[in-house]
């Protein structure tokens, strides 16, 4: 397996999993980083700090679809409410 910070991403994900959650450092991670939209970052601030991303080949992709996913979990856990 290709070296941790050989990985795209992996660096800035690894500085970000360390940010406070109202930083505004989080901005370019999502717009230049991952290029995703900002009205996923709730999503993607818990998926950075669960770290599940660290043992992926490519962290920003292994980010992307977990962010996506747990937006697709709250859309229907707050359908159902």
Not at 54 to 67: G, L, M, T
């Amino acid at each position: 397996m290709i070296d941790p910070a050989l990985r795209p991403g992996y660096t800035a994900l690894t500085v970000a999993r360390k940010l406070a959650f109202d930083s505004e450092d989080w901005l370019p991670l999502m717009k230049d980083v991952l290029q995703i939209p900002l009205s996923m970052l709730p999503a993607v601030r818990r998926v950075v700090r669960k770290g599940a991303w660290r043992y992926a080949h490519d962290p920003c992709q292994s980010v992307r679809e977990n962010a996506e996913r747990d937006c697709r979990r709250q859309a229907i856990a707050n359908e159902t409410r």
